[in-house]
């Protein structure tokens, strides 16, 4: 008897996301996820929006000066020409990534790569940010971090931005941000 082998890609891929506030450790989440992909000899890569340069042009830095090697790319369709051989992708700040992020982590995750997506789930003014809701809905695994509101202690889900600006993207540390509960978010204190 004849058995048709299967053709089915068997190597299976899936998203995970990271997402919180600032100052939740989700840059330092996703390198600690890398760092141990890379221990187990996967072929990582990381990629970061070229918009950030907060802390380096390359790297991906956390706010405790961890780091790992990346690459920076103007938009999510680069990563897919620069993906090729990889194992896991890392991407760090997706919320300032194009509205195509979702559909290139999904043809990652469909080519059988882990995809590990951190970003800020909510913009300054507690909306939705960028592509990451979208992520958030086809993700496989959800990793919610919370930061200690710098107003009452309390754990805290929002990025307050002390400076006034409309703009949705500013850069910046502690100087224009802090994690704030709900209440001391909406209280503005």
């Not at 195509?100 to 882990?114: D, H, N, Q, S, Y």
């Not at 300054?124 to 107003?151: E, N, Q, S």
Request: aromatic content about 8%.
């Amino acid at each position: 008897m004849f058995i048709e082998p299967n053709i089915r890609n068997t190597k299976k891929g899936w998203i995970e996301v990271v997402c919180g506030s600032m100052f939740s450790g989700k840059t330092e989440e996703l390198i600690r996820r890398l760092k141990r992909a890379q221990i187990a000899n996967l072929r990582v890569e990381i990629f970061k929006p070229t918009v950030d340069t907060r802390y380096d042009e390359k790297d991906v830095v956390s706010h405790n000066d961890n780091r790992i090697a990346s690459t920076a790319v103007e938009n999510s369709q680069q990563i897919l020409l620069f993906a090729q051989e990889a194992d896991v992708i890392g991407i760090d700040e997706a919320q300032f990534f194009d509205s195509e992020m979702p559909k290139v982590a999904e043809i990652l995750a469909t080519r059988g790569i882990r995809v590990i997506v951190a970003g800020l789930d909510m913009d300054f003014l507690g909306r939705p940010f960028g592509p990451m809701p979208a992520v958030l809905a086809m993700a496989d695994y959800i990793t919610k971090l919370h930061a200690i509101c710098m107003v009452c202690g309390d754990i805290a889900h929002h990025s307050y931005r002390k400076t006034v600006s409309d703009a949705t993207v500013v850069l910046g540390e502690k100087d224009v941000y802090e994690a704030r509960c709900r209440t001391c978010f909406h209280d503005k204190v």
